[in-house]
């Protein structure tokens, strides 16, 4: 194996170990030492692949944002609504990275530090745009932004994180517009 391909592989593992540490510990309580004894590696090895806490953060946000613009690329019309749902959610529930670089933006968003990524407005439209498919409008008691933060709440939640009970919970969501 190349060394690159060394170097990738090892930054990957990381961000993945950072990812279930944020994910288990928040952003305050995670060190890079912690994320160096899950793979059993030094500090050092992190801080050469990540120069600091924050910088892995970004990395996790970025990974996230990048894998949830994907997956609703693949949205092309109001049949494919429920299936790009599920697309989204199934990112949350196989990989840690998406769901901690979710918990993470949104804490940042929270602290007014980072606006919200054009992937939620990529959602938010499709979420109206499925809202009048249905023949409903803003004036209904949910309407787009509602729906996306409902939809996003979900995916953030623990409890989602089955295969089998994101899927319902899609099916339900589809159901509730």
Not at 2 to 27: D, H, I, M, P
Not at 106 to 119: F, N, S, Y
Request: glycine share 4%; aromatic share 8%.
């Amino acid at each position: 194996m190349s060394r690159n391909e060394q170097r990738r592989r090892t930054r990957e593992a990381l961000l993945e170990a950072a990812a279930l540490e944020f994910e288990s510990y928040g952003y305050a309580e995670t060190t890079l030492q912690h994320v160096a004894d899950r793979l059993g590696l030094s500090r050092g090895t992190v801080l050469f692949h990540f120069q600091s806490k924050d910088a892995l953060r970004c990395s996790l946000i970025d990974w996230a944002d990048t894998a949830i613009a994907q997956a609703l690329k693949s949205y092309g019309d109001e049949e494919q609504f429920e299936s790009t749902l599920l697309s989204v959610s199934t990112l949350c529930v196989r990989d840690p990275r998406v769901r901690s670089g979710l918990l993470l933006r949104e804490e940042l968003e929270r602290a007014g530090t980072i606006a919200p990524p054009g992937w939620r407005i990529q959602l938010s439209s499709l979420m109206s745009e499925h809202l009048m498919s249905q023949n409903l409008t803003s004036s209904e008691p949910i309407h787009q932004e509602t729906m996306t933060l409902m939809f996003l709440s979900i995916m953030n939640s623990r409890r989602w994180h089955d295969e089998k009970q994101t899927q319902i919970a899609v099916k339900f969501f589809t159901r509730l517009s």
